[in-house]
């Protein structure tokens, strides 16, 4: 029985022999099945901002900033990596801010 696990932990089977299909398919069967077993809590980052025409609309839940202007302006620069240049609030029906829809600016001759 020793022997039978160091040869699996060093792999010392030959190719295309019955012991080295059994880890290649228990190997395969763990990478394709796991993931529907196990939550690894891999998703993809929330996207920040989306461009609409020459601006971007961030929502207001992905904003850490106060309505103070330079902690806008500097939280807006951080997310989309380009100078906030200014930016309009978007409500909902109840009056709460939504949305901001910020422009940038462009470097010269673009």
């Known amino acids: 029985m020793g022997n039978t696990l160091k040869s699996f932990l060093w792999w010392t089977y030959p190719r295309g022999s019955m012991p080295y299909d059994v880890m290649v398919t228990l190997i ?21 901002a989306h461009a ?15 309505s103070d202007d330079e902690e806008l302006r500097t939280e807006f620069s951080r997310q989309l990596h380009a100078n906030a ?26």
């Open 28 to 48: 395969l069967a763990f990478i394709f099945i796991t993931p529907h077993y196990v939550d690894f809590h891999d998703k993809p980052a929330p996207t920040v």
């Open 52 to 66: 609409v025409g020459d601006a971007y609309v961030i929502n207001a839940d992905q904003v850490h900033a106060t």
């Open 85 to 110: 240049d200014h930016w309009d609030t978007l409500r909902d029906e109840q009056g709460n801010i939504a949305a901001y829809r910020v422009f940038v600016k462009r470097a010269a001759g673009k």
